[in-house]
């Protein structure tokens, strides 16, 4: 889940209003109140989230370019469908960015990005506790964003992001099981560890079962 900047929370203007409603109608397609396949009316997209039909197409717009949403000619918007064959090759082009992403990382990341680490995950552990999924949700990303940076390489933060992006549905998926919610827990400390100790062989090993254990919670839920 994307979270929108301190300087743009502010009301009043055109920019602000267009992040909100960006944020608010990503995090419902995210977490699926939304249904894959459901049409959503611009007009009780308006009263759901009580703002007006410019920053709500603003914002459909911009989902639509993350293929969260289709926008179909003389019939409306749709919530994009979901299909495992998609996600299961995107989980495929995932595990080698991933991999790639800690190898580069356990070179680079720094102390503050380790502590960083460990903060977002004593709140993902507290979320889990109180079964909150949208917070899960939002940490866990958070989680793969700073290994991302952690590498230092542009290009494959853009492609990371992008995978992340057309995870998260699936991950509302995988992760509406407690045990798996659990198991992430377990996997991030790996991983973090790894960093810690600069072993990149490890820190990939850690990554590599951390998305293998999604794609087998995936299909378990789905089956």
């Not at 990503?26 to 703002?51: C, F, I, K, Q, W």
């Not at 992006?165 to 992760?175: G, M, N």
């Not at 790996?190 to 990939?204: F, K, N, R, Y």
Request: proline letters at 3%.
């Amino acid at each position: 889940m994307r979270v929108i900047p301190r300087e743009v929370q502010k009301r009043g203007s055109a920019v602000s209003q267009n992040e909100q409603a960006y944020g608010l109608l990503h995090e419902r397609l995210t977490t699926l109140v939304y249904r894959p396949g459901e049409y959503l009316n611009t007009a009780v997209l308006m009263s759901d989230l009580a703002m007006g039909r410019t920053p709500i197409n603003h914002a459909l717009h911009r989902l639509g370019n993350e293929g969260l949403i289709q926008i179909i000619p003389r019939k409306g918007v749709m919530v994009s469908p979901l299909s495992i064959d998609d996600a299961l090759h995107m989980i495929d082009v995932r595990l080698v960015n991933e991999k790639l992403c800690l190898k580069l990382a356990a070179k680079n990341i720094t102390k503050a990005e380790i502590e960083q680490l460990r903060s977002i995950n004593l709140a993902y552990n507290k979320a889990v506790a109180n079964r909150a999924v949208a917070e899960v949700m939002s940490l866990d990303g958070m989680f793969h964003e700073v290994l991302a940076s952690a590498s230092r390489n542009p290009v494959l933060i853009d492609v990371l992001r992008v995978l992340h992006a057309r995870s998260q549905r699936f991950w509302a998926i995988s992760l509406s099981s407690s045990g798996h919610m659990n198991e992430v827990q377990d996997e991030h400390e790996l991983v973090v560890d790894a960093l810690e100790q600069g072993d990149a062989e490890s820190a990939q090993q850690a990554i590599s079962d951390h998305v293998l254990s999604f794609r087998n919670a995936l299909i378990n839920a789905r089956s």
